[in-house]
């Protein structure tokens, strides 16, 4: 359907249409709603003293990556790259957790039943503003989703950012991630706008226009079900 309306206004154009205007704004609205997916977006999570007790999730634990250890960089490739469809390599993963461009993580760590590694979670500080918090790369096997052990990995992030002294916890994402998205949500999280230290996106304004509708809508939707 995108693809017929983008067709259909480059032929008015090229036909010498009265309002070349109108119809190169067709062209640029139905490639925008083509990427909307991909926009960031932002939100945000206020006093961190005031976080739900970590539940008890035996026979699973929580132990620390060593970013030193080969077998740990490719279970974290292994998770990341599954949940995220991505195919990186170990210069990715340097590049995402020691040298990320604008997070300085913090601490890196694993979701464990019995020997085997099935979820990962970072967190952080923006480095052009490290009073403020950051969630990074929450991934888990997709036969443990629903199971709540998503939102244990980031409620097990929001504790430990505390000894850190932040002011507060952001996360960036894109509207494809809906399930990490409300379980955000679930903490307290709620939509904001990009600041400064944020990851800017590089898809055009109308792209950014729409996703951050279906953002706001999106949480809205996740209060009206969690007052149910």
């Not at 070349?20 to 926009?39: G, W």
């Not at 039943?113 to 967190?123: D, M, Q, R, W």
């Not at 994402?173 to 400064?196: D, N, V, Y």
Request: proline share 4%.
């Amino acid at each position: 359907m995108l693809r017929a309306i983008i067709r259909f206004a480059r032929n008015v154009i090229n036909r010498g249409c009265a309002f070349p205007r109108t119809a190169r704004r067709c062209i640029e609205m139905a490639k925008a709603r083509c990427v909307v997916s991909a926009a960031c977006v932002y939100f945000r999570r206020e006093n961190l003293a005031q976080l739900p007790e970590l539940p008890d999730i035996e026979p699973f634990r929580i132990a620390n990556m060593d970013l030193n250890s080969e077998s740990h960089t490719q279970a974290w490739l292994r998770l990341v790259n599954r949940a995220f469809f991505r195919q990186w390599s170990t210069e990715d993963f340097i590049s995402s957790i020691s040298y990320h461009p604008n997070y300085r993580v913090l601490e890196t760590y694993f979701l464990v039943l019995g020997s085997e590694l099935v979820g990962t979670c970072s967190i952080g500080v923006f480095r052009m503003n490290p009073t403020v918090g950051v969630t990074h790369y929450l991934a888990l096997q997709n036969e443990f989703r629903g199971q709540g052990l998503g939102k244990y990995l980031l409620l097990y992030g929001l504790h430990r950012l505390r000894k850190y002294d932040v002011c507060a916890c952001e996360g960036e994402s894109t509207l494809a991630h809906k399930e990490s998205l409300f379980i955000h949500f679930g903490l307290g999280f709620r939509p904001k706008r990009s600041q400064p230290w944020n990851t800017q996106t590089l898809t055009v304004w109308l792209s950014r226009r729409v996703a951050w509708r279906r953002f706001v809508r999106l949480y809205e939707m996740s209060r009206e079900s969690g007052q149910k």
